[in-house]
C-alpha cells in the first residue's frame, strides 16, 4: 500500500510521460486538447478485485491486452489513483491512446463470482451488467459518441448492461442526452454480444412503452407500435381485433371495464411460428394492457396516479418479449394476447356492486372497479384455451399488495406446475430479472367465490388481507391448463435506484426473464 506522500510523487513522475491526467469521475474539467463532442471514441475495460486487501487487482484478458499497448501505463496510473476499484466504481484517463479520447476502467467485483443461492441470480452476471453501464454513461456524459465495451468474460451480459444502461425516454424532450453507441471490444465474442444486444433491445421497448404518456399510448397505437416493430418478420401475423369483435367473443368481463373509456378497446393478437412444426402447441403469452388506470369510479388518489401510464406493463412485456423471441429466430411456437383499454369513471362505466358476464359464463361482482385488471384477464385467459396451449402464461401489473411484499426485488409467480416454475426461476438467475414463487391455496380461493350477488367477487372478502393472492385465486378460476401461470409484475414496474443498470423511471421487467424463459422452453422436449 503506497503512503499518500509516495503516491502523490509517483502522480508527478507519471504525468510527465503521460500527456494527460487521469480523473475520478466524468463530471472533473475536460483534459487539455480535448473538447466535448469532438468525435472519436471512448473505451470501457474491465477489472477485477483482488481476493486480498492488499493484491494487486486483476484486469480482464481486454484490459490486460490494452494495458500492454500503453506499455504498462494504464497500470501505473491506477495503482496512483486512488484505492483500488471497488465492484460498479469507475475510473477515468484521458489520452493513453490515440484512438481512445478517453478510457473508463470499471470495478467487476471478484473473478469468480457465479450464482449466489443467497440472492437467487448469477452474480458476476450483474456485477458485469451494473459495472459496464456505468462506463458507458461515464462515456455519454463526456459526449463521445461511441464507446466499445470489453466483454469482460460475458460478451451478452456486458451488452445488456450497456444497452440497457444507456437507455433514457426522452422522445418529447427538446434538449436530449447525446446518442452513445455501444461496440464489442474485440471479435472474440460478437455472436453473444449480439444476442445481449437484443435481448437489452427487447427490454427497451417494453420501457418505451410503458415510460410513453397514455395519450400517446392509446390502446389502438399500443397495437400499431408492435405491429410496426414485427412487419419485418415474415413468421408473424398480427391481429388487431376492434371491439365489435370482442363482442362477438362475449367477453363482457372486459368490455365492462372498457366502456368507461371514450378510448375504443382492442385486442392485440400475435401469432409467431417459429416452431419447426407450425401446428406444434404453442407457448400462448397474455398481457394485461389497462393503457391508463384511474380506478374508474372507485378513483385512484391523484397523488401518483400519472404512473398509471404504466398499468398496461404485463402487454408490454409480453409482446416485447416475442419481439425478441422474432428476433432471435426462437424454435417455438408463441402466441401473444393483449387486452387494450383504459379504466377511466364516466357516466357508463362500471359501478361499484354492478355484475358482469366473463367469456366462460361465469359471473362476477365488481366490488371495487380499481381491480379492472383481473376482468381483462379473465376473458382473455378465457380465450387462450382455444390454442391447445403447451403452457399459458400472463403477466400483470395486478396488485399494489404484490409491491408491498416483495417490493422491487422480484416479480411474484402463482403457478399450478411446477415444471413451468423451474423453468422460470432458472432462466431468472441467468438474467438476474428475479422470480418468487407465491402461493395458490384453496385458502384464497373461498375469499372470492364466497359472493353475495354472483359467482365470484372481483376482491377478496376480507379486503386487503392477502390481496396479491386472492387476485391469484380469481384468475385461476379461469384457468383449466394443467401448465399456467400468473406473473405480478406491480412491484417491479418501475425503477428509482434499485437495479443500477437501469436509470429512473419504468423498467420494462421481467422482459428477459420472459425471453429467457422461452429459449429454455425451445430447447425442452417435455409437454410438446
Known amino acids: 500500500m503506497l503512503l499518500p506522500w509516495v503516491r502523490r510523487v509517483a502522480a508527478r513522475r507519471l504525468s510527465r510521460d503521460l500527456p494527460l491526467a487521469c480523473s475520478c469521475s466524468a463530471q472533473g474539467p475536460s483534459p487539455r486538447g ?32 490494452f494495458d500492454r499497448l500503453v506499455s504498462g501505463k494504464l497500470r501505473e496510473l491506477l495503482s496512483v489513483c486512488g484505492p483500488s476499484l471497488k465492484k460498479g466504481k469507475t475510473r477515468i484517463f484521458h489520452g493513453l491512446h490515440q484512438d481512445f479520447l478517453s478510457v473508463v476502467v470499471v470495478g467487476l467485483g471478484k473473478k469468480n463470482a457465479g450464482v449466489n443461492d443467497q440472492e437467487n441470480w448469477n452474480e458476476g452476471k450483474e456485477n458485469i451488467r451494473a459495472a459496464v453501464a456505468a462506463g458507458c ?28 444502461g444507456l437507455h433514457e425516454y426522452n422522445d418529447l424532450k427538446q434538449k436530449k442526452k447525446p446518442v452513445v ?28 412503452l410503458m415510460e410513453a404518456p397514455a395519450n400517446y399510448i392509446t390502446p389502438i397505437k399500443f397495437a400499431e407500435h408492435i405491429e ?22 362475449q367477453m363482457g368481463a372486459f368490455l365492462s371495464v372498457a366502456k368507461g373509456s371514450a378510448e375504443p378497446p382492442i385486442f392485440l393478437e400475435i401469432h409467431y411460428l417459429g416452431g419447426a412444426n407450425t401446428n406444434d402447441p404453442p407457448l400462448v403469452f397474455v398481457g394485461k394492457g389497462v393503457t391508463f388506470d384511474s380506478g374508474g369510479i372507485s378513483l385512484k388518489p391523484s397523488s401518483g396516479m400519472d404512473a398509471m401510464r404504466a398499468d398496461m406493463g404485463g402487454a408490454a412485456t409480453v409482446c416485447s418479449a416475442i419481439v425478441t423471441a422474432a428476433a432471435l429466430n426462437l424454435p417455438l411456437n408463441i402466441i401473444g394476447l393483449a387486452p387494450l383499454c383504459e379504466n377511466m369513471p364516466s357516466g357508463k362505466a362500471n359501478k361499484p356492486g354492478d355484475v358482469v358476464r366473463a367469456k366462460n359464463g361465469k359471473t362476477i361482482q365488481v366490488d371495487n372497479t380499481d381491480a379492472e385488471g383481473r376482468l381483462l384477464l379473465a376473458d382473455a385467459l378465457c380465450y ?11 403477466a400483470a401489473t395486478l396488485t399494489g399488495a404484490m409491491d408491498v411484499a416483495l417490493g422491487s426485488a422480484a416479480t411474484g409467480v402463482f403457478t399450478n406446475s411446477s415444471w413451468l416454475w423451474t ?13 418468487w414463487r407465491m402461493p395458490l391455496f384453496e385458502h384464497y380461493t373461498k375469499q372470492v367465490t364466497d359472493c353475495p350477488l354472483a359467482d365470484l367477487s372481483n376482491i377478496g372478502k376480507y379486503s386487503r388481507a392477502g390481496g396479491a393472492c386472492t387476485a391469484a385465486a380469481f384468475l385461476k378460476e379461469f384457468v383449466t391448463a394443467s ?3 400468473h406473473l405480478d409484475i406491480a412491484g417491479v414496474m418501475s425503477n428509482k435506484d434499485e437495479v443500477p443498470y437501469l436509470r429512473k423511471g419504468m423498467a420494462g421487467r421481467p422482459t428477459r426473464t420472459l425471453v429467457e ?7 425442452d422436449s417435455h409437454n410438446t
Do not use: M
Not at 143 to 161: F, L, M, R, S, T
Not at 230 to 249: C, D, G, M, Y
Not at 426 to 431: C, G, H, V
Open 137 to 164: 454513461r461515464q462515456i455519454q456524459d463526456l459526449e463521445i459518441p461511441c464507446v466499445e465495451v470489453d466483454p469482460c468474460g460475458d460478451a451478452q451480459a456486458a451488452a445488456e448492461g450497456a444497452v440497457l
Open 483 to 485: 401448465h399456467w401461470a
Open 228 to 249: 410496426q416493430k414485427l412487419r419485418s418478420f415474415s413468421n408473424v401475423k398480427v391481429h388487431i381485433r376492434p371491439e365489435s369483435w370482442i363482442a362477438t367473443q
Open 423 to 435: 423453468h422460470l426461476y432458472e432462466a431468472s438467475i441467468l438474467t438476474g430479472d428475479r422470480v
Open 181 to 208: 453507441t455501444p461496440q464489442l471490444h474485440g471479435s472474440a465474442e460478437s455472436e453473444a454480444w449480439q444476442k445481449g444486444v437484443i435481448y437489452a433491445e427487447g427490454q427497451n421497448l417494453a420501457r418505451y
Open 34 to 65: 480535448y473538447s466535448r463532442g469532438a468525435g472519436g471514441k471512448g473505451l470501457v475495460l474491465g477489472i477485477y478485485s483482488s481476493e486480498k486487501d492488499e493484491g494487486a487487482a486483476q484486469f480482464t484478458s481486454a484490459g490486460d491486452a
Open 517 to 523: 424463459f422461452a429459449a429454455r422452453l425451445s430447447q
Open 384 to 394: 387462450a384455451h382455444n390454442f391447445n396451449a403447451r403452457a399459458i402464461v400472463n
